[in-house]
């Protein structure tokens, strides 16, 4: 996952430059131009990524166990059952990131953060831990518990990835950027 988040990183870094040197050359008609092309591109480059960790994945899964594992067939069904969610959260990451960083070239970043600290404290945390404690092992009381282990927390770590990405694409969107001023 580091590396996809670094090669998706480097995509917006370079988008977030020239987003920024069009809103400073007074043109966010090119910025938005610019920014869509890069979100674009992230979203491209991130699905890519998983359809890599879909092929590859059975392949080389079992190279990260012991020839004398006996567990090892449970573990690498366990591990091909998590590529799913996996796979489907690298979309939604490429979509967060990209949007995420060409509003930050355009100065929009109180609003992105408010709904990110919302989205990770409010939705994924307790999500999470519903989805991956069973019954009478999680920490909160009173919250329902499905018990899915380690695919609940992938499925958790998925919904967050999608809410993120689409509430930071929509922001994006909706081009309440373009009324920022950078300076003064």
Do not use: K
Request: charge should be positive.
């Amino acid at each position: 996952m580091c590396a996809t988040s670094a090669s998706s990183t480097a995509t917006t870094t370079a988008g977030t430059t020239l987003v920024g040197q069009a809103i400073g050359a007074g043109s966010r008609d090119w910025a938005g131009r610019i920014g869509n092309a890069v979100i674009g591109l992230c979203v491209a480059q991130m699905l890519l990524i998983a359809v890599l960790l879909l092929l590859a994945g059975p392949w080389l899964l079992p190279w990260f166990l012991g020839s004398g594992d006996r567990d090892a067939a449970a573990t690498i069904a366990l591990a091909l059952t998590l590529l799913w969610p996996a796979a489907a959260y690298q979309a939604f990451d490429g979509l967060y990131f990209g949007s995420g960083f060409c509003m930050r070239a355009a100065g929009d970043t109180r609003v992105p953060m408010v709904v990110a600290l919302l989205l990770s404290w409010g939705y994924f945390v307790p999500c999470a831990h519903m989805l991956v404690f069973a019954p009478g092992q999680g920490w909160v009381d009173g919250l329902p518990q499905a018990g899915r282990g380690a695919l609940g927390g992938w499925l958790a770590l998925m919904s967050y990835a999608m809410l993120l990405g689409c509430a930071m694409f929509l922001r994006w969107r909706s081009g309440s950027w373009r009324a920022i001023e950078l300076w003064r």
